[in-house]
């Protein structure tokens, strides 16, 4: 494939970004492989931003010469690669360079993540207390059976979904954890209000995996987009284990810091 990188950077949804793309013969490598390979090429060199969002697939394709087919082929590469992510109803853009997350004791989300001065947001998707199954009883040292609250939901930067998180709690040491947790959807003002002032990270558990369907789509990612999984689990200065959570992370959004 012959390449000309454009020495600016790309305006958003710009086709003109796309002039020097020069396909070779299908037999020496797919067209689609081409593209894939030369917006990849576009995204490393800084041609194309973080947070630039692309041509319309319509306009590309025409642009490129290509059936949508193909194209489309090459972006969802890209997607399951964490490079670009889709929007439903709003197109694909440049992932944002990853956050650097601090893990450490007692700080709350927002202070741990170094996002750079991008606004951190919080979408609870549900709130519920219920019994504790055998698995939430063993993480947080219950009996099976015991008052639990769950809460999940999905933490942003600059309004682009970087986690999703599970949390459960043991009811009878956080009573009044929805009152508060309404005011600010703040975990750890409900640790406060319950006299926790300090608590620390018993351990932390990351491994990888694809994201499923229902991931995907809460993350705007294509599903089987590669993925980080993290467990851990939280205790109060007396030991009681007081949160355990279970995360879906997008691999390029954040860099862990211990």
């Known amino acids: 494939m012959n390449t000309s990188l454009r020495s600016q950077p790309a305006r958003s949804g710009d086709v003109s970004g796309f002039d020097g793309l020069v396909f070779r013969p299908r037999s020496d490598t797919p067209i689609w492989q081409q593209i894939y390979d030369y917006i990849l090429a576009l995204i490393d060199s800084g041609c194309l931003r973080a947070g630039s969002q692309l041509p319309g697939e319509i306009h590309l394709a025409e642009k490129l010469g290509v ?39 007692g ?8 996002a750079d001065g991008k606004a951190v947001g919080t ?9 504790a199954d055998p698995e939430m009883a063993a993480e947080l040292r219950l009996q099976a059976g015991a008052p639990a609250i769950r809460l999940r939901r999905v933490r942003s930067a600059d309004g682009q979904p970087i986690y999703i998180s599970t949390k459960v709690f043991p009811a009878d040491l ?20 319950h006299g926790i002032q300090k608590y620390r990270r018993v351990e932390t558990r990351i491994s990888g995996g694809f ?6 789509q809460l993350l705007q990612l294509t599903p089987g987009t590669p993925v980080f999984r993290t467990s851990s689990i939280n205790a109060d200065a007396s030991g009681n284990r007081i949160e355990w959570a ?12 211990f």
């Open 67 to 105: 059936t949508r087919i193909t194209l489309r082929r090459a972006l969802q590469q890209l997607q399951q690669e964490g490079h670009l992510t889709s929007r439903k109803g709003v197109g694909v853009f440049v992932r944002s360079l990853p956050s650097a997350l601090v893990v450490r004791d």
């Open 107 to 114: 700080s709350r989300f927002a202070e741990s993540l170094r």
């Open 123 to 131: 979408q609870t998707l549900f709130l519920e207390r219920e019994p």
């Open 174 to 193: 956080l009573p009044d954890f929805e009152v508060v947790y309404s005011r600010r959807q703040s975990v750890t003002d409900v640790f406060v209000a």
């Open 211 to 216: 994201a499923t369907a229902e991931e995907a």
């Open 246 to 257: 279970r995360g879906c992370w997008l691999l390029t959004s954040v860099d862990f810091i």
